[in-house]
Nanobody, 116 residues
């Protein structure tokens, strides 16, 4: 069974860079036909897709975040990562990593608060 686990700081100061890691177990980040996504949910709002990296390493970003977001993967550690620069309080959310052919697997989510 594929399992995903997010990790990273729970508190980030405004203007700094938010960095999260998703560790994948029970499967490979290079599995055929899989994609690995970052999704977030601000308080009181719906899910927002942020971006993804597919099996071949091709990366896709939300147009609204494209100037601030970087997604990468480390195949040696079976992880993929998220960096979001120049954060503001509006970036406060529960951040999820997800993966599979169609969002089959999800991490439990991690709360990130942007505050000074």
């Amino acid at each position: 069974q594929v399992q995903l686990q997010e990790s990273g700081p729970g508190l980030v100061k405004p203007s700094q860079t938010l960095s999260l890691t998703c560790s994948v177990s029970g499967g490979s980040v290079t599995a055929t036909n899989y994609a690995w996504d970052w999704i977030r949910q601000p308080p009181g709002k719906g899910l927002e897709w942020m971006g993804a990296i597919n099996t071949r390493g091709r990366i896709f970003y939300s147009s609204s975040l494209k100037s601030r977001i970087t997604i990468a993967r480390d195949t040696s550690k079976n992880q993929f990562t998220l960096q979001l620069s120049s954060v503001t309080p509006d970036d406060t959310a529960v951040y999820y990593c997800a993966g599979g052919e169609t969002y089959d697997y999800w991490g439990q989510g991690t709360q990130v608060t942007v505050s000074s």
